[in-house]
Nanobody, 115 residues
């Protein structure tokens, strides 16, 4: 089992920045993929960004150029730096991880972009 603990959400004005963090613990099997998904009210959960083996990254078109995902392997932590935030970025953000045993989710952290 892998436990994922997220932090860093909150309320920010349009154009502002936030950094989300997610730390993994529990399993000795290496985590291959870590990423962030989000779910806005009334919408399906969607991929925001993921990082594979700490090297390759994928981003949703809606966040390219504004969000950056990174991973500190020594700390088993993935970060999502979010810049130029827009009201449409408002959602619950979930950390996600994969290893050889399965897929895991964090509890979610609320990000609200509003003036």
């Amino acid at each position: 089992q892998v436990q994922l603990v997220e932090s860093g959400g909150g309320l920010v004005q349009p154009g502002g920045s936030l950094r989300l963090s997610c730390t993994a613990s529990g399993s000795s099997f290496s985590i291959i993929v870590m990423g962030w998904y989000r779910q806005a009210p009334g919408k399906q959960r969607e991929l925001v960004a993921k990082i594979i083996s700490g090297l390759s990254t994928n981003y949703a078109d809606s966040v390219k150029g504004r969000f950056t995902i990174s991973r500190d392997n020594a700390k088993n932590t993935v970060y999502l730096q979010m810049n130029s935030l827009k009201p449409e970025d408002t959602a619950v953000y979930y950390c996600n991880a994969h290893n050889a045993l399965g897929e895991y989710w964090g509890q979610g952290t609320q990000v609200t972009v509003s003036s």
